[in-house]
């Protein structure tokens, strides 16, 4: 009861801030989980039709809106094997420009046979510099 005159002050001090007006609520400009997904998608719908990516496949969901397709994971896609400095590779749809760091190992192909080139080559998952510094001492 320290800070209050009487136990009857303490009492009345909780029922001062029941009429919290709703707009002076804490996070009540967070969107509801549903806003939030479609807001989402049509912003990554707008990024990728400005950065040429648009005519990678998507589909209409009834509650949803727009639902873009990974286009990681299309077995139909053309793609290219990648690979960086560190000797490390992946898998990239051939419609997405190569990113900084990366270099093209396996021209376009199917999905199958870029995944089956970098099972063959990708043997050990360690980063060329760590190699090189494990042999070094």
Not at 3 to 29: E, K, L, Q
Not at 96 to 125: H, K, N, Q, Y
Request: proline letters at 8%; hydrophobic letters at 45%; a negative charge.
């Amino acid at each position: 009861m320290k800070g209050f005159g009487s136990v009857g002050a303490a009492r009345r001090f909780p029922s001062a801030f029941r009429g919290i007006p709703p707009h002076a609520r804490p996070r009540r400009h967070l969107p509801a989980v549903g806003e939030h997904g479609l807001e989402l998608t049509v912003r990554f719908t707008i990024c990728n039709h400005i950065t040429g990516t648009a005519d990678l496949s998507a589909t209409a969901h009834p509650t949803k809106g727009l639902i873009m397709a990974n286009p990681f994971e299309d077995p139909d896609a053309r793609y290219v094997a990648l690979v960086n400095d560190e000797g490390q590779y992946s898998l990239w749809p051939a419609a997405i420009a190569v990113p900084a760091g990366w270099t093209v190992a396996v021209e376009e192909s199917t999905r199958a046979e870029c995944l089956a080139f970098i099972e063959e080559a990708w043997t050990d998952m360690r980063p060329l510099s760590l190699v090189r510094a494990m042999s070094d001492v």
